[in-house]
């Protein structure tokens, strides 16, 4: 049986979140909170969007318990879902991968009856994880190398020449950088609102708690770096024009040298392979490859045609109406 977590499932979390896997590396590695008190904040009726957690507990034919939880949350005001931890570890037992599974499924069925699109996570390329998620149908969109900074190498603050700080009448132009930088197979998996170019995806949890700014040429936006400070590291993110690959240097060093004003953490920085520019000069300033991971996402809703029926049938007319409907996935 899988529920949502209450107050009873305190000692049950306690005992699993020993062994629980990450599916969200971002915030693992600057801003890790434990599954216990995220279960617990997820009762309070404030915070940053909409947190779930669903809890397995049943018993075995052969005897004992089969168990696991699943966490996920909601970004505000956007009709999406992030999978951030799961258990038990797919090496656990010979089941671990049905449990996967019907945790997976159920926590996509709830995003859907809650009205969510979509539903993310990240893993560890040519993982286990990976896999697993594939085999629940998750399809790959994007792959990702993160790159680590250690302290203390961080250059000091300069100001390069046509890169000042983020402003909100910049946001049309950011999205239309977006847009003419990212292949269409990732914005299709990505854009917050089908058709909005107005519109474009900011970030991972926790966005908006950071410093953003701009590179501008004769063009306009041709540059975006956004640094997102960390209880255990930064993490920086660059988005650049190919006309502009020659100021991707100016762009990071900009970014680093606003970590003069916080803790010496490591900083992390995510390329994309379709951010061809952008790994030289990381190297350059003294970043070393970390890990590989892929993004992944599954549509918990379709868009199907049917028939709308008139009220007379001799003067009825087959009208096609669009209907959204929630795609199949296990109840539990």
């Known amino acids: 049986m899988i529920r949502p977590f209450t107050l009873r499932d305190l000692w049950l979390l306690r005992q699993l979140e020993k062994e629980h896997i990450v599916l969200y590396p971002i915030e693992a590695l600057t801003r890790p909170q434990s599954p ?13 969007g909409q947190s779930l957690t669903f809890m397995l507990q049943e018993p075995r034919r052969e005897g004992g318990q089969r168990q696991g939880f699943i966490q996920a949350r909601q970004p505000d005001a956007q009709p999406i879902v992030y999978i951030q931890r799961l258990t038990p570890r797919l090496d656990a037992d010979e089941e671990a991968h049905a449990v996967w599974n019907r945790l ?4 996509v069925t ?37 790159f680590q900074l250690e302290p203390g ?99 990071l060093d900009y970014g680093l040298a606003l970590l003069n004003y916080y803790p010496a953490y490591p900083v992390y920085c995510g390329v994309r392979e379709y951010q061809g520019g952008v790994r030289v000069p990381l190297e350059e300033r003294g970043f070393n490859l970390l890990q590989n991971q892929c993004h992944l996402v599954r ?19 087959r009208v096609e109406a669009p209907t959204t409907t929630v795609s199949p996935t296990e109840r539990s």
């Not at 009448?169 to 909005?196: F, G, H, K, M």
């Not at 918990?300 to 709308?308: D, G, L, Q």
């Open 153 to 251: 190498t961080h250059p000091q603050a300069t100001n390069p020449v046509g890169i000042r700080p983020e402003q909100s009448t910049d946001l049309w132009q950011i999205s239309q950088l977006y847009y003419a930088i990212t292949p269409r197979l990732v914005q299709q998996a990505e854009s917050p609102v089908e058709n909005n170019t107005s519109e474009w995806p900011r970030g991972p949890l926790g966005w908006g708690q950071g410093e953003g700014y701009i590179l501008e040429d004769h063009s306009g936006i041709a540059g975006y770096g956004y640094l997102m400070p960390g209880r255990v590291g930064h993490w920086l993110s660059i988005r650049v024009h190919s006309r502009a690959y020659d100021r991707v240097v100016d762009l």
């Open 36 to 48: 216990l008190w995220a279960a617990l904040t997820s009762l309070l009726p404030f915070g940053e």
């Open 110 to 146: 709830a995003a859907g009856e809650r009205g969510h699109l979509r539903v993310f996570a990240s893993a560890v390329q040519d993982s286990a994880e990976t896999a697993a998620l594939s085999a629940a149908g998750f399809s790959v969109y994007a792959r990702e190398d993160i």
């Open 104 to 107: 997976v499924s159920h926590t």
């Open 299 to 317: 549509h918990t809703m379709v868009r199907v045609k049917e028939p709308a029926r008139g009220l007379v049938p001799a003067l009825e007319k």
